[in-house]
């Protein structure tokens, strides 16, 4: 036990307890748990559409990508052969029997105008009957320089489609791949009626680095600007579930997802997808002996008896569910928590497709929420294309896995104590203490402990975090407790002072902050909430915003907003300060400047960066610059509007290793300027 204390100490190492809080909830609905998701069986396909075409491009082997219910509720439309990128109908027969081709494999016309960069790399990734009309997906195979545009094509049936469109603001890598459907309980909740997302593509950084869904309506595409929100996933600047060359439970290089379902009557998302159980980069070979040596090209040779292509192999590997408490997703839709926050309450192996003998792959799913019924293609390589059935049933598990029950803390002379129970069922072969520095997060770590232990003390220090306990079972499944969140300080800490006196100052489109009170060593941060009533945090709830006692925000559409502040310091997070109302909109008759260009960035020693830009000399005169940075093209996740000298230049020291997307505006007091180029920053 003193061993396991120290591994504790180690990665726990700014514990500090307090209370434990959660987000508002959605229905109270049983959790889907492994026993709950039934094998049916499989039926085959025919090994062409039977229009007479003896291309690859009309054959329905190596094909069963974008994967979606038909509106019939009677077929599938099924993703033809991998080198044409065409969608076909079939029919949905009994179990064993074989389908017939309703639609023949047909072409999608602007499937290229994704990517105008590489018009001809591009991949089905789902398909979504809705309202009378088709939505399908597609996504660029190989998008190296991260220049895809758009995601979402739809009409009245395949040879009608029109597009592509972009969904949201995000990478299109994010969301080009399977969709679902909301049940009707949950969305207003999550903010929309149905579901898409993708993980996990070649180049990984435009994509996610584990399961990816955002929320969306899909009447919108085709009819206007087409609203997204996230609210689960994992961008290159937030790796919690895993690195591109780790190994563990939720995401590996290797890691593939096939689709989405949310039953209806459950508060579960779930994904299905194939996990790789190793991780080895090269060429793959079938001699054991050989893995991790180097080849006669020169190159790594990793053991992988199913794929013999040079990348990413994790052999072997599992089909496998992802499974999400729905409660979490609201959360993230409310401002409480974060989409890469999120971490699965659940993951099990499915090994009904491939007998558990490490040959799983998969090519897409589909969920048809009249029927509960899940259907999977996996890649077996043979002629007969095999559409695999699964039924998520309604007895919700009459003996669940279950985690660690009374997981609580208590505040001992020095540490913090960790108690609980053990899971009502028996079957657990050992517990992971898991904590993060945000909820469902593990990037603090995971200590292992013994399925004998009911206690666990660890030395207190400062910080905020979140801390759960899960049961581990030799299926792959990883059951929960509680979550606590862990607020306060050292022994001896004072309370972090609360901002005060805060005030705001509207200039056309952005709003000045200045506030009081929150300032020295007893603060190492302010956060910034706010929301669209008073009180809520729905438009934003933790950003750090610096202790300088002023901020100026971004752009802001117009509108209301009720604003509030939070001081971060050893003694944990303050109370709220007093909240401002704010109504953003132009002066009348003032325009705004034109943007600024010729954006221009250096790295120079101690890693600091120095910015110039030109601001135009024509149209109404400039009195603020406001900076914007993301982890990503566009975004601004990162600085979301800080006011920069107006000099046409900014320098900033010890700039923390990473990449950054870099942007300004130009201000006055009838609003905020266009942005100006934006600049990918490098600091080593």
Not at 33 to 56: C, I, R, T
Not at 650 to 658: D, E, K, M, S
Not at 661 to 670: F, I, L, S, T
Request: include cysteine; charge should be neutral.
């Amino acid at each position: 036990m003193r061993r396991l204390a120290s591994l504790a100490v180690s990665i726990f190492l700014l514990l500090s307890g307090g209370e434990q809080t959660s987000a508002q909830s959605g229905p109270s609905q049983h959790l889907v748990q492994a026993g709950n998701v039934v094998y049916l069986g499989k039926f085959f396909l025919p090994s062409d559409d039977g229009s007479g075409n003896p291309s690859a491009g009309f054959s329905l082997t190596f094909g069963g990508f974008a994967l979606g219910i038909g509106p019939d509720g009677q077929s599938l439309y099924y993703g033809c052969h991998d080198q044409g990128s065409r969608l076909a109908r079939v029919t949905i027969p009994p179990i064993g029997g074989v389908a017939s081709v309703v639609e023949p494999c047909g072409r999608i016309a602007s499937l290229g105008a994704i990517n105008p960069v590489d018009p001809n790399g591009q991949k089905l990734g789902g398909s979504l009957s809705w309202n009378g009309r088709l939505v399908v997906s597609g996504y660029s195979f190989y998008d190296g320089g991260n220049t895809a545009v758009a995601t979402h094509f739809v009409g009245s049936d395949t040879s009608s489609l029109g597009g592509p469109y972009r969904v949201g603001a995000d990478f299109p890598g994010m969301v080009a791949g399977y969709m679902g459907v909301v049940p009707l309980e949950w969305r207003a909740l999550l903010g929309g009626p149905a579901l898409t997302g993708q993980c996990c593509l070649s180049i990984i950084s435009r994509s996610s680095y584990g399961p990816s869904v955002s929320v969306f309506d899909p009447d919108q595409v085709g009819a206007g600007a087409i609203a997204s929100r996230m609210l689960i996933g994992y961008p290159d600047a937030h790796q919690t579930l895993g690195r591109y060359d780790a190994v563990g439970p939720y995401y590996t290089g290797a890691t593939r997802l096939g689709g989405v379902a949310f039953p209806a009557g459950t508060r579960s998302v779930l994904f299905v997808g194939r996990h790789g159980t190793t991780f080895c980069y090269g060429e793959g070979t079938n001699n054991p002996a050989l893995h991790n040596t180097t080849g006669q090209n020169g190159g790594n040779l990793c053991y992988d008896p199913t794929d013999p292509n040079k990348g990413t192999h994790g052999y072997p590997y599992r089909h496998q569910v992802w499974a999400y408490d729905a409660n979490d997703l609201v959360a993230v839709r409310q401002g409480v928590k974060q989409p890469w926050d999120l971490v699965p309450y659940a993951t099990w192996p499915l090994t009904d497709m491939d007998g558990g003998n490490g040959t799983a792959s998969i090519r897409s799913a589909t969920y048809d929420p009249a029927t509960r019924r899940w259907y999977v293609v996996q890649d077996t390589g043979a002629a007969r294309p095999e559409v695999h059935v699964y039924e998520i049933t309604n007895a919700l598990l009459q003996s669940p896995r279950l985690g660690p029950q009374n997981f609580s803390v208590r505040n001992d002379p020095g540490a913090w104590t960790f108690s609980w129970l053990p899971p009502p069922q028996s079957g657990w072969t050992s517990y992971s203490l898991e904590g993060g520095w945000s909820s469902g997060a593990t990037d603090i770590g995971a200590v292992p402990l013994p399925a004998t232990a009911s206690s666990i003390s660890i030395p207190q220090a400062a910080g905020t975090f979140f801390v759960r306990l899960r049961a581990l079972y030799p299926d792959g499944v990883h059951a929960g407790s509680s979550e606590l969140k862990l607020s306060g300080g050292a022994i001896g800490a004072p309370p972090t002072p609360t901002p005060t006196n805060l005030s705001a100052v509207t200039t056309g489109a952005t709003v000045v902050l200045t506030w009081q009170g929150a300032v020295g060593t007893a603060v190492s941060d302010v956060v910034i909430e706010a929301g669209t009533t008073s009180g809520l945090s729905d438009i934003v709830a933790g950003l750090s915003i610096g202790r300088s006692g002023s901020f100026m925000t971004p752009v802001l559409p117009s509108g209301t907003y009720y604003i509030r502040l939070r001081a971060v310091g050893p003694g944990g997070t303050s109370t709220a300060s007093n909240e401002v109302n704010v109504v953003v909109g132009s002066v009348q008759g003032v325009s705004p400047p034109e943007a600024p260009f010729n954006l221009r960035v250096s790295v120079g020693a101690g890693r600091t960066v120095s910015l110039n830009w030109w601001t135009s000399d024509h149209g109404p005169a400039a009195d603020a610059i406001v900076l914007e940075a993301g982890s990503r093209p566009g975004a601004a996740d990162l600085i979301a509007g800080v006011a920069l000298p107006f000099d046409e230049q900014a320098t900033f020291g010890g700039v923390p290793p990473g990449v950054y997307y870099v942007r300004v505006r130009a201000a006055n007091g009838g609003g905020v300027s266009p942005v100006s180029n934006e600049i990918r920053l490098v600091v080593p």
